[in-house]
Protein backbone atom coordinates (compact mmCIF):
# COMPACT_ATOMS: atom_id res chain seq x y z
CA UNK A 1 0.00 0.00 0.00
CA UNK A 2 2.66 2.38 0.80
CA UNK A 3 4.63 1.94 -2.73
CA UNK A 4 1.31 2.44 -4.14
CA UNK A 5 0.27 5.71 -1.92
CA UNK A 6 3.48 7.22 -2.40
CA UNK A 7 3.28 6.85 -6.74
CA UNK A 8 0.02 8.57 -6.39
CA UNK A 9 1.34 10.96 -4.42
CA UNK A 10 4.35 11.82 -6.75
CA UNK A 11 1.58 11.70 -9.90
CA UNK A 12 -0.44 14.37 -7.99
CA UNK A 13 3.28 16.49 -7.36
CA UNK A 14 3.89 16.01 -10.76
CA UNK A 15 0.15 17.23 -12.38
CA UNK A 16 0.75 20.40 -9.89
CA UNK A 17 4.41 20.73 -10.98
CA UNK A 18 2.75 20.88 -14.80
CA UNK A 19 0.23 23.41 -13.92
CA UNK A 20 2.46 25.63 -12.28
CA UNK A 21 4.68 25.73 -15.74
CA UNK A 22 1.42 26.38 -17.23
CA UNK A 23 0.31 29.34 -15.06
CA UNK A 24 3.33 30.61 -14.47
CA UNK A 25 5.64 30.32 -17.67
CA UNK A 26 3.04 29.09 -20.81
CA UNK A 27 -0.23 31.42 -19.71
CA UNK A 28 -0.17 33.22 -22.52
CA UNK A 29 0.32 30.44 -24.95
CA UNK A 30 -2.13 28.64 -26.76
CA UNK A 31 -1.67 25.32 -24.74
CA UNK A 32 -2.51 27.35 -21.71
CA UNK A 33 -5.35 29.00 -22.98
CA UNK A 34 -6.66 25.76 -24.58
CA UNK A 35 -5.66 23.74 -20.96
CA UNK A 36 -8.10 26.60 -18.81
CA UNK A 37 -10.30 27.67 -21.58
CA UNK A 38 -8.75 31.23 -21.77
CA UNK A 39 -8.99 34.01 -24.45
CA UNK A 40 -5.86 35.38 -25.68
CA UNK A 41 -6.72 39.02 -24.76
CA UNK A 42 -8.14 37.53 -20.89
CA UNK A 43 -4.53 35.54 -21.06
CA UNK A 44 -2.86 38.99 -21.07
CA UNK A 45 -4.99 40.82 -18.70
CA UNK A 46 -4.91 37.85 -16.29
CA UNK A 47 -1.15 36.85 -16.47
CA UNK A 48 0.04 38.14 -13.45
CA UNK A 49 -2.55 36.91 -11.43
CA UNK A 50 -2.27 33.22 -13.20
CA UNK A 51 1.53 33.38 -12.08
CA UNK A 52 0.42 34.19 -7.94
CA UNK A 53 -1.83 30.98 -8.63
CA UNK A 54 0.69 29.13 -10.10
CA UNK A 55 3.01 29.82 -6.80
CA UNK A 56 0.62 28.18 -4.69
CA UNK A 57 0.29 25.37 -7.00
CA UNK A 58 3.86 25.22 -6.56
CA UNK A 59 3.23 25.25 -2.73
CA UNK A 60 0.87 22.08 -2.77
CA UNK A 61 3.43 19.95 -5.03
CA UNK A 62 6.27 21.12 -2.72
CA UNK A 63 4.74 20.12 0.68
CA UNK A 64 4.11 16.74 -1.14
CA UNK A 65 7.66 15.94 -2.70
CA UNK A 66 8.63 16.89 1.03
CA UNK A 67 6.76 14.57 2.14
CA UNK A 68 8.02 11.81 -0.26
CA UNK A 69 11.32 12.46 0.89
CA UNK A 70 11.03 13.16 4.88
CA UNK A 71 11.06 10.68 7.38
CA UNK A 72 8.11 9.46 9.31
CA UNK A 73 6.09 11.32 11.26
CA UNK A 74 6.69 14.21 9.06
CA UNK A 75 6.62 12.63 6.03
CA UNK A 76 3.59 11.28 6.74
CA UNK A 77 2.37 14.48 7.81
CA UNK A 78 3.37 16.33 5.15
CA UNK A 79 1.41 14.18 2.52
CA UNK A 80 -2.25 14.33 4.83
CA UNK A 81 -1.59 18.08 4.62
CA UNK A 82 -0.49 18.76 0.74
CA UNK A 83 -3.12 16.02 0.07
CA UNK A 84 -6.20 18.08 1.65
CA UNK A 85 -4.99 21.28 0.21
CA UNK A 86 -5.25 19.50 -3.25
CA UNK A 87 -8.43 18.23 -2.62
CA UNK A 88 -10.18 21.35 -1.03
CA UNK A 89 -8.68 23.38 -3.55
CA UNK A 90 -9.89 21.73 -6.38
CA UNK A 91 -13.54 21.65 -4.64
CA UNK A 92 -13.18 25.03 -4.66
CA UNK A 93 -12.28 25.16 -8.37
CA UNK A 94 -14.54 22.61 -9.46
CA UNK A 95 -17.05 24.74 -7.83
CA UNK A 96 -16.51 28.13 -9.18
CA UNK A 97 -14.42 27.78 -11.90
CA UNK A 98 -14.79 24.05 -13.86
CA UNK A 99 -15.79 20.82 -13.31
CA UNK A 100 -12.97 19.13 -15.23
CA UNK A 101 -11.06 19.92 -11.98
CA UNK A 102 -12.73 17.42 -10.00
CA UNK A 103 -10.72 14.63 -12.50
CA UNK A 104 -7.75 16.67 -13.46
CA UNK A 105 -7.06 17.09 -9.25
CA UNK A 106 -9.72 15.87 -6.66
CA UNK A 107 -9.81 12.11 -8.16
CA UNK A 108 -6.27 11.71 -8.04
CA UNK A 109 -5.13 13.52 -4.52
CA UNK A 110 -8.39 11.63 -3.22
CA UNK A 111 -7.01 8.27 -4.43
CA UNK A 112 -3.63 9.12 -3.20
CA UNK A 113 -5.16 10.36 0.09
CA UNK A 114 -7.02 7.00 0.44
CA UNK A 115 -4.18 4.76 -0.41
CA UNK A 116 -2.01 6.82 1.87
CA UNK A 117 -4.36 6.32 4.87
CA UNK A 118 -4.61 2.40 4.24
CA UNK A 119 -1.38 2.42 3.98
CA UNK A 120 -1.01 3.67 8.06
Known amino acids: MTVVANVLIGLVALIHLYIVVLEMAL ?13 EEFARESKTLAANQGLYNGFLAAALIWGLIA ?4 GFQLKLYGLA ?17 LLVQVLPGGLALVFLLLSR
Open 27 to 39: WTTPRARAAFGTT
Open 71 to 74: ADPA
Open 85 to 101: CVIVAGLYGAATSSKRI
